[in-house]
Nanobody
């Protein structure tokens, strides 16, 4: 079992920035990557981005590319989601996730995720 704990959510004005963190309880041999999904009220959960533990390469959704970046700290088994130029439509619960035996480039389907965090709410006011 792997526990994922998010932190860093909150209220921010449009155009502002926020950084989310996700700490894993352990890193298994088959945990190649970790990533982020989000779910806005009344909408389906969508992929935001993911990062590979081995080389730090990332896969970022087109909807946030250029505004969001993902980084990692291997020693802390923690990934970060830096969100800049936030828009009201970025308001959502943000979930950390990992899918075993899967790289960041293939981690886009929320139905195939093995472990989820409980989520952290990001609210962007206009």
């Amino acid at each position: 079992q792997v526990q994922l704990v998010e932190s860093g959510g909150g209220l921010v004005q449009a155009g502002g920035s926020l950084r989310l963190s996700c700490a894993a309880s352990r890193r298994t041999f088959f945990m190649y990557a970790m990533g982020w999904f989000r779910q806005a009220p009344g909408k389906e959960r969508e992929f935001v981005g993911a990062i590979n533990w081995s080389d730090g390469s990332t896969n970022i959704a087109d909807s946030v590319k250029g505004r969001f970046t993902i980084s990692k700290d291997n020693a802390k088994i923690t990934i970060y989601l830096q969100m800049n130029s936030l828009k009201p439509e970025d308001t959502a619960d943000y979930y950390c996730a990992t899918r075993l035996r899967t790289s960041a480039q293939a981690m886009g389907d929320p139905n195939l995720v093995d472990y989820w965090g409980k989520g952290t709410l990001v609210t962007v006011s206009s």
